[in-house]
C-alpha cells in the first residue's frame, strides 16, 4: 500500500531553462484542467544552476500556450531530487543514460519523455540559441508529448479498488 500523499514528476533537460521549465507549467496546467491532484510536478537539470530564470525564448512560448514562467528559477539536479520523484522524464536519451548512470538504484523509475508517453519520436531538441520558431516548435512538441501523459499518470495516481 503506497501511504504516500502526492505522486512527484520531475522532468529534466540539461539547462533547466528551456524545455523542462516548459514542460513543468504544461503539465501542471493540464493536470489541473483534467481535475488530477496529488501530484507534484517539477523540473531540473543535469547542468542547471541554481536561481536562474527561463530563457526568454521559453517564457514567450509559454505566454503564447497561456502559460507563465515569470516565478521560475531552475535548480540543479541532486541526489534528494532524484529519489524524491516518482517518474523521472528526460529530454534525451544521453540524460536518462546519465542519471541512470549516477543513481542506479533510481534507473527503473527513469525515461525520456517520448518513451513514456508512447510516442518514440526520440530527443526533444534544445532550442537554446536558437529563433523564437524554434522555441515554438519545443514548444508545440512538449505539449503533444504531455497531453499523452494524462491518461496515464492518472492510472498512476489514482488507488485501485
Avoid: H
Avoid at 507534484?40 to 530563457?55: C, L
Avoid at 541512470?100 to 533510481?106: L, N
Wanted: net charge positive; with cysteine; proline share 4%.
Amino acid at each position: 500500500m503506497n501511504l504516500k500523499k502526492t505522486y512527484s514528476v520531475l522532468f529534466v533537460c540539461l539547462g533547466n531553462i528551456c524545455r523542462s521549465p516548459l514542460a513543468e507549467v504544461m503539465l501542471k496546467s493540464d493536470l489541473r484542467k483534467a481535475g488530477i491532484k496529488k501530484v507534484n510536478v517539477s523540473s531540473a537539470g543535469t547542468g542547471a544552476f541554481e536561481g536562474g530564470r527561463a530563457s526568454s525564448g521559453s517564457a514567450i512560448t509559454a505566454k503564447r500556450m497561456g502559460l507563465t514562467l515569470a516565478r521560475f528559477r531552475s535548480k540543479p539536479l541532486t541526489q534528494t531530487r532524484v529519489r524524491r520523484a516518482d517518474l523521472i522524464l528526460t529530454m534525451t536519451d544521453s540524460q536518462k543514460r546519465e542519471i541512470q548512470a549516477r543513481w542506479p538504484e533510481d534507473s527503473d523509475k527513469v525515461f525520456t519523455l517520448s518513451e513514456y508517453s508512447g510516442t518514440g519520436e526520440g530527443d526533444v531538441r534544445d532550442p537554446v540559441g536558437g529563433p523564437l520558431s524554434a522555441y515554438y516548435r519545443c514548444g508545440d512538441r512538449l505539449l503533444a508529448e504531455i497531453k499523452r501523459l494524462i491518461p496515464r499518470l492518472s492510472k498512476a495516481v489514482r488507488p485501485k479498488r
